[in-house]
């Protein structure tokens, strides 16, 4: 099992780098995860038993019953319900994986180590994409280190999820201040270039945070200065660099200076749109007719304005509010009697965010369920934070990454990234195994 995930790890991270077989590389890590779910069917078996707490258990039965009723409410298609459960099920046996085997702690800590060294693998890389492939570029969009077209943000988040998870192991004394101040650099450059503005909200929680846990609250000026100087030094940097690229970027580039002038424009527009947004692409004779063109992304407006399209769309229906769409209904498939309903008219403005995903498919009750299972996560590495050992420390930045996680369900779709949602789910997964294993000890000593 150790090598089938080192080999997912490396194609997660290079995967888009292996072009003339690219297909291929896509497919494979929904190809291992399927090996690693019969892996888990057969421990189950085995075993007899899953190392996961009763909440969880419920969480996921009501999750399901939820989407369960918008497909029937939906009357979504078959074809079309395997299309929209594919992005939900592709992650959860990496979820699962750890609640059912748990390897030798070396195992982790190998694999801890090969994502360090894929996230620090990203600055040079980023640096050469800044500087010499698209040293013309007018946007940082393009500088996603390894990870391919697209993934600027999911750069960026990776990279400061590797942040907190440092700063942790920093506070405990695991590393030194020197090497966290330039561990920190290293991944703090591609943030610093690609553009992603979020950054500059996130980087003070990411580090202080996994700091006041993992420390007990006990604040050392001695250990606190290099942390405070790293975080000067990258804001410094971050600034200079994104007004040296961008401040001149033609029409759309501007300065941080600037930027925070036209951040609530960036957010929230109050875009309006016309009352045939869930016109139904219809079928005539095998062929689609559509009534209405796509609302494209930057037609959507602001990301708040995305958000807000579906609530103030199916309000008219409080039914469909509750519950969405159903799964699939706005998704596309290359297997074009797959798509969904809605997918040609609003598949494009809906993918934008988690938020707006989980809105125009499972409704108002389907974000609040996610948003619980990352509080549940959150709640259950704050807990185990208070370890005196390795899984304690890695915790306790998983409660800063976790709230990076709860942040950017209001920026980026998590759901869409395989990268972002299979690493996750892989660490998660071990968090909850963790606290069930800590639960149950003290159930025993008591």
């Given amino acids: 099992m150790d090598r089938l995930l080192v080999i997912l790890i490396t194609i997660l991270f290079l995967g888009s780098y292996l072009a003339p077989i690219q297909v291929v590389i896509k497919l494979l890590p929904e190809i291992i995860s399927a090996a690693v779910l019969v892996f888990i069917l057969l421990r189950m ?13 419920i969480l996921g039965s009501v999750i399901a019953i939820h989407m369960l009723v918008g497909i029937i409410v939906n009357s979504v298609a078959p074809g079309t319900i395997l299309t929209g459960m594919r992005p939900y099920l592709r992650w959860l046996p990496l979820f699962l994986l750890p609640m059912v085997y748990q390897p030798p702690e070396g195992q982790l800590r190998r694999q ?4 360090l060294f894929f996230l620090l693998l990203q600055a040079p890389v980023a640096l050469y994409q800044r500087l010499i492939q698209y040293s013309g570029a007018m946007s940082g969009d393009a500088i996603t280190g390894t990870l391919g077209e697209g993934n600027s943000g999911v750069l960026s988040i990776l990279l400061l999820s590797g942040m907190a998870v ?8 695991v590393i030194s201040g020197a090497r966290l101040f330039i561990l920190l650099l290293v991944l703090g450059l591609p943030t610093a270039i690609n553009e992603t503005k979020v950054t500059f909200i996130l980087l003070p929680l990411v580090v202080s945070v996994p700091y006041l846990l993992a420390s007990r609250k006990k604040i050392n000026i001695g250990k606190l200065a290099p942390l405070l100087v790293t975080l000067v030094v990258i804001f ?41 947004t869930l016109t139904e692409d219809r079928r005539i004779g095998g062929n689609t007719v559509l009534n209405k063109d796509p609302i494209g ?3 959507g407006g602001g990301r708040m304005d995305k958000i807000l399209l579906p609530i103030l769309t199916l ?33 494009e403005i809906s993918s934008g965010t988690t938020a707006s995903f989980l809105l125009w498919e499972t409704g108002v009750g389907g974000i609040i369920l996610f948003l619980v299972l990352l509080v549940f996560l959150a709640s259950d590495a704050f807990r185990l934070s208070k370890e005196n050992n390795p899984r304690g420390i890695l915790a306790a930045g998983w409660v800063g990454v976790m709230l990076i996680f709860i942040i950017i369900v209001f920026y980026l779709n998590i759901i869409n990234y395989q990268v972002l949602s299979y690493l996750w789910a892989f660490i998660s997964g071990h968090i909850v195994s963790w606290r069930y294993a800590m639960i149950k000890q003290r159930k025993t000593e008591s």
């Fill in 112 to 115: 801890l180590l090969l994502m």
């Fill in 166 to 173: 440092l700063t942790a192991f920093y506070a405990r004394g």
């Fill in 315 to 347: 309000s008219e229906d409080p039914v469909k509010l509750w519950v969405g769409l159903g799964v699939g209904n706005v998704s596309t498939s290359v297997i074009g009697q797959f798509s969904g309903k809605f997918s040609y008219r609003i598949g």
């Fill in 236 to 276: 410094g940097g971050y600034i200079t660099l994104y007004n040296h690229f961008y401040k001149e970027a033609g029409s759309e580039g501007v300065g941080i200076a600037a930027f925070w002038d036209k951040a609530a424009k960036y957010l929230y527009r109050e875009h309006q749109f016309d009352s045939g």
């Fill in 297 to 299: 992304s930057k037609e």
């Fill in 45 to 57: 078996a085995l075993l007899r038993s899953i190392f996961i707490t009763k909440k969880y258990v």
